[in-house]
């Protein structure tokens, strides 16, 4: 995840913000002391996502001349799950947008579970797949730990391996899960400070909370992590200058919840009476000095983020086989 943050989304951020607030904003984006607000400034992720596939699909056209093929990611859904079902499709048609080979490997839901760890392990090995990703939830005749086994860490662009995990608590490069990185980065492209920060992620799951919690501390923010079992919710979150929620429960973080000024990441994705909604109410909205929308917020990001994974994977996977690269040793991943 590169630091910087996106020229043209600040400069577009400072006019949203100039709009929404009647006094200067203070340090980090939040507003003065005392400044009267009419609405939050949207963090939204599509605009970022759109510069970065761009860049993407120039490194993967570089790949592509240097290796002779493009680059491939291989999907994996077990069953119908219909959002797992949308998620995948949404991810390979990224992948058609930049010039990358997307593949998708389909299974019953009551398939035998050595067979969902003998199609990993079957794309752990075709040196012709850069990135495997493996669609969650599982069905519960399904380990995790099982299809992991199988998994090749250099592979793994979504950083669900235990080694990604690992690299990612020591401080290391690798892997993160692409969702906890869509929600820091878009702290960071919006020119949101963190360092010295008090944020609070409310969620601990291993493929969100966790590693945006490690995220934010690579970043100098101070951390707390709230889940199910914490005393007093509300008095963690009114305490958080950034707050990310990732619970999978709509609703669950009020608008009486946020500190006047905090920055707000809702991760969270539910369907409400036909209605997408995420895990903080809408009216959050007026108390934040800014928040991500649902949707429209960290998903966009999400996918986006997972491209720049599977062409760092192919640039490592052809450099370990001697194979030629684009001119540059090593594509980064874009600012």
Same mark, same amino acid.
């Given at each position: 995840m +590169?630091?910087?943050a996106?020229p043209?989304a600040?400069?577009?951020?400072?006019?949203?913000g $100039?709009a929404?607030m009647?006094?200067?904003?203070?340090?980090?984006?939040a507003?003065? *002391?005392?400044?009267?607000r009419?609405?939050a400034?949207?963090?939204?992720?599509?605009?970022?996502?759109?510069a970065?596939?761009?860049?993407?699909?120039?490194?993967?056209?570089?790949? %592509?001349?240097a290796?002779?093929s493009p680059? #491939?990611?291989a999907?994996?859904?077990v069953g119908? +799950?219909?959002?797992?079902?949308v998620?995948l499709?949404?991810?390979?048609?990224? %992948?058609?947008?930049v010039?990358?080979?997307?593949?998708?490997?389909a299974?019953?839901?009551?398939?035998?579970p050595?067979r969902?760890a +003998?199609?990993?392990?079957?794309l752990?090995?075709?040196?012709?797949? $850069?990135?495997?990703?493996?669609?969650?939830?599982?069905?519960? @005749?399904? $380990?995790?730990?099982?299809v992991l086994?199988?998994?090749? *860490?250099a592979?793994?662009?979504?950083?669900i391996?235990? &080694?990604?995990?690992?690299?990612?608590?020591?401080g290391? +490069?690798?892997f993160?899960?692409?969702t906890a /990185?869509? $929600?820091?980065?878009?702290l960071?492209?919006?020119?949101? /400070?963190?360092?010295?920060r008090? #944020?609070?992620?409310?969620g601990?799951?291993n493929?969100v909370g966790?590693?945006?919690?490690?995220?934010?501390?690579?970043?100098?923010?101070t951390v @707390?992590? %709230?889940?199910?079992?914490?005393?007093?919710?509300?008095?963690?979150?009114?305490?958080?200058?950034?707050?990310?929620?990732?619970?999978?429960? *709509?609703g669950?973080?009020?608008?009486?919840?946020v500190?006047?000024g905090?920055?707000v990441?809702?991760?969270?994705i539910?369907?409400?009476?036909g209605?997408?909604?995420?895990?903080?109410? /809408?009216?959050?909205?007026?108390v934040?000095s800014?928040? @991500?929308?649902?949707?429209?917020?960290?998903?966009?990001l999400?996918?986006a983020?997972?491209l @720049?994974h599977l062409?760092?994977?192919a %640039?490592?996977q052809?450099g370990s086989?001697?194979?030629? &690269?684009?001119?540059?040793?090593a594509?980064?991943?874009p600012?």
């Open positions: +590169d630091g910087a996106d043209s600040m400069a577009d951020g400072a006019a949203a $100039a929404g009647s006094a200067p904003p203070g340090p980090g984006g507003p003065a *002391p005392g400044a009267a009419t609405a400034r949207l963090l939204r992720g599509a605009p970022l996502a759109a970065i596939r761009a860049e993407v699909a120039r490194e993967a056209e570089a790949l %592509c001349a290796l002779g680059p #491939a990611l999907v994996v859904r119908d +799950d219909p959002a797992t079902a998620y499709q949404r991810v390979l048609e990224n %992948c058609r947008q010039g990358i080979e997307g593949r998708l490997v299974l019953d839901a009551d398939v035998h050595d969902v +003998d199609a990993v392990g079957r752990s090995a075709d040196e012709r797949v $850069a990135g495997i990703l493996v669609g969650q939830p599982l069905p519960p @005749t399904i $380990a995790l730990d099982a086994r199988r998994l090749d *860490p592979k793994d662009i979504d950083g391996h235990p &080694l990604s995990a690992g690299m990612l608590a020591l290391r +490069d690798g993160v899960p692409a /990185e869509a $929600a820091v980065e878009i960071v492209r919006s020119g949101i /400070e963190l360092a010295g008090r #944020a609070v992620v409310v601990r799951s493929v966790k590693p945006a919690a490690l995220l934010l501390l690579r970043r100098h923010a @707390t992590i %709230c889940h199910s079992r914490t005393a007093d919710l509300a008095a963690e979150t009114r305490r958080a200058e950034i707050l990310i929620v990732a619970a999978g429960r *709509p669950l973080v009020g608008a009486d919840m500190a006047p905090a920055v990441v809702d991760v969270g539910n369907v409400v009476d209605r997408i909604v995420g895990d903080v109410d /809408e009216r959050a909205a007026e934040a800014a928040i @991500t929308p649902v949707p429209g917020g960290v998903g966009p999400t996918n983020i997972l @720049t062409v760092r994977a %640039c490592a052809a086989r001697g194979l030629p &690269l684009p001119s540059r040793a594509l980064e991943v600012a």
